[in-house]
């Protein structure tokens, strides 16, 4: 691997200011990792460089047809100071597989975790240690190839870019108000839905749009065939609690095709099993939830993934008439998942010692 470091870097001053309350996405780190690929030569040399624009020709393939990929993924600071990225490989798997959908090459996984590391270890010093804080990369790949044509990209370039963030909402937790967006999908069986691509996010940019001009957080998206069955949110998955104490049971929606498998999710449905939580994969229909609601069946809702981490859901909206999900928010299944995963996150917890991958 090729290392140029920056010859001015961010003051540590202003490193440390930003670090204080970085928000999330705001600032870059000082560098950027960079591998390229052609049809003829296959994936070039992974350099890391100073952080800086891209220069690109106006007819690059990514921007025209879309072949852009990306990922989420997050590197904590330990309790003995060193760092860890959490299941690097995971991203590395769903990353080839996006790769596939979109006609992309795929990229070496081990080569994909050794970059994150790699790019990691240069900014150790932009790895945030405050509560729920972390320095997320953000693996991506598109088609540099110039060339007008429709047709499959030669060329392509993989990045990593880094970001200390809190987490996506804020540092604290609130609840979320979501939409049910009847008129517009996100994603549809044999689509995109399940894979990582740009075009899946600016399929849900409108909906966000009409669920913030209405007062809510983000759009919680049925399934386009029969707009009845709940899927995710545009950029979380969505879990439901059922019952209340050892009763207790996390449904979430299954993996169908059109649903993104987050990372997060897995996890937690494995930590919950590992907890002897019941969990169960069904689908949700959106009616028989509203009347799982107000029964009082479901206790609980959250949304969850990379950025997110785990946020409870306390509103959602529909048709002009708002549903509360529960009197006591945020729930403690939520919390207990939320406090037992960022502890795994941040080697508080000894549990699943193999999802943390250390730089
Ligand atoms: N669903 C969508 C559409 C997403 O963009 C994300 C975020 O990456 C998730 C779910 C959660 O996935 P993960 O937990 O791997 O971050
Ligand atoms: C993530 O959680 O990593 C995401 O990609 C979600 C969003 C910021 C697009």
């Not at 001015?8 to 560098?31: A, C, K």
């Not at 059922?242 to 169908?256: C, M, N, Q, W």
């Not at 529909?318 to 999900?325: L, N």
């Not at 928010?329 to 795994?344: F, K």
């Amino acid at each position: 691997m090729q290392i140029t470091m920056k010859t001015t870097p961010t003051s540590p001053e202003e490193r440390e200011r930003i670090l204080t309350s970085p928000g999330f996405g705001l600032h870059r780190t000082d560098h950027v990792l960079q591998i390229d690929y052609r049809g003829d030569a296959g994936w070039g040399e992974a350099v890391i460089k100073p952080y800086g624009s891209l220069s690109l020709d106006p007819a690059t393939m990514g921007l025209h047809y879309g072949q852009l990929i990306f990922e989420g993924l997050k590197a904590f600071v330990q309790s003995d100071g060193s760092v860890s990225l959490f299941r690097p490989a995971e991203n590395a798997r769903r990353l080839n597989e996006s790769a596939r959908r979109l006609s992309m090459p795929t990229l070496d996984e081990e080569l994909f975790v050794e970059a994150a590391r790699a790019l990691v270890e240069v900014e150790l010093d932009w790895v945030p240690t405050g509560p729920g804080q972390s320095l997320y990369l953000r693996p991506f790949m598109f088609a540099s190839e110039a060339h007008i044509g429709l047709r499959v990209a030669t060329e392509y370039s993989f990045l990593i870019l880094a970001t200390p963030v809190d987490p996506f909402f804020s540092a604290e937790v609130r609840a979320l108000s979501v939409w049910i967006d009847r008129d517009h999908v996100r994603a549809v069986r044999g689509g995109t839905g399940s894979v990582k691509c740009a075009g899946n996010y600016a399929a849900s940019m409108q909906g966000k749009q009409l669920a913030n001009e209405q007062g809510c957080d983000e759009v919680l998206w049925l399934d386009a065939i029969d707009r009845r069955w709940i899927e995710e949110l545009g950029g979380m998955n969505v879990c439901f609690v059922y019952g209340s104490g050892d009763e207790a049971r996390l449904v979430t929606p299954p993996l169908d095709g059109s649903i993104l498998a987050g990372i997060t999710r897995a996890s937690l449905l494995e930590l919950g099993r590992s907890r002897g939580l019941t969990v169960e994969e069904e689908p949700i229909a959106i009616d028989v939830l509203f009347t799982a609601m107000a029964t009082g069946e479901v206790t609980e809702a959250f949304a969850c993934g990379t950025a997110t981490v785990v946020a409870p859901i306390g509103t959602i909206l529909c048709d002009g008439v708002s549903r509360e999900i529960s009197a006591t928010r945020p729930g403690p299944v939520t919390m207990g998942l939320r406090a037992e995963l960022l502890a795994i996150q941040t080697g508080t917890s000894p549990a699943f010692p193999e999802w943390r991958t250390r730089v």
